[in-house]
């Protein structure tokens, strides 16, 4: 292990030093204070002083444009000087870039950042470990878009190295810079999924100033932090063992009952899913209208088997007279073409 630690310290060095745009930067100086020294030292026009400066810091061996003075040859001895240092820096930087492969990298990642800009409605998850990976998995199923925020240069590689096009970005969660490059001001949901629960309340607590209308959802491993991070701003706090214990013993109970919701919710690959139809997701003309008036199992197939008011309670096989208000929503079950057809439904009427 010591090895493999300082192999990666060894590798991450050189990203400090060595730059492609400073090389750059330092070769077009020298070509300019080189061109301008010949002009002023020598009164070459500026095309005569730019080929000087080509034929010096190359080595090509070609004759000078015109006669030296003393001091014009003392300046071309200084300028093959700096020129040898110059000319290190950008072999160095170059073999980084080139055998290291780091150019790929920086065009991959700067090809990330340009999708990841132009993402919107997305979910941002923050930690890609053994629940990280169930949630991007599903998220992969539902062709949801999102963004994975991980600071563990082995996670990140083990991303990279996955069939999938997923989006990431390597760094700190916690950090406001970070949520900001992961387009947090347009995301529609974040996911704390850190394996600790004061990075998950610090990253709740920094989202929900960032974008008050966040859908937020964070992972506790203590009971004790779920109520803080609720008070940070999670509208949802999940304890993985707890759901797990409740699972097993459902399973005991009523093996019947879990075994047909874990169909239903695309464990066993099928089809069946859940929709959640707001107040404002319906068109004009049937916002207000009770359920019997919208005919919604009879144009699509999918049954509305839960609905939620304003205050956040739930009726479950809400009866023909329930109608929507602002704030409230139905739950719709239906198989993947039957929720299709209630979208496009919704979309055509609202257009």
Known sequence: MPAKSNLLHFYRVPANFLSLRIAVLLVAGELLLGSMGYVLLEGYSWGDAFYMVVITISTVGFTEVEPLSEVGRFFTAGLIFVNIAVFAYLLAVLSYFIVEGEIFKRMHLNQI????????????????????????????????????????????????????????????????????????????????????????????????????KLT????????????????????????????GGFYMAMLMNKPGAVEFFSFITSEYHSDMGFEELHYHDLPESYQGRPIRDLHLRSQTGANIIGYRDHLGRYQVNPTPEISLQPGEAFIVLGSEEQLRLLREICKKAKG
């Open 113 to 212: 950042t340009v999708r990841i800009q132009q993402l919107e409605n997305h979910i941002i998850l923050c930690g890609f470990g053994k629940y990280g990976k169930e949630i991007a998995n599903n998220l992969n199923e539902h062709q949801t878009p999102y963004v994975i925020i991980e600071n563990d240069p082995e996670k990140i590689q083990l991303i990279q190295e996955m069939d999938q096009d997923i989006l990431y970005l390597e760094g700190d969660a916690t950090q406001d810079d970070t949520l900001f490059e992961a387009g947090i001001a347009n995301a529609r949901g974040l996911i704390a999924a850190l394996g600790e629960d004061s990075e998950n309340l610090f990253i709740v607590l920094s989202s929900r100033q960032l974008n008050p």
């Open 216 to 243: 937020i959802v964070s992972r506790a491993i203590k009971e004790r932090s779920q109520a803080k991070l609720i008070k940070a701003g999670a509208n949802h706090v999940v304890m993985p063992e707890n759901i």
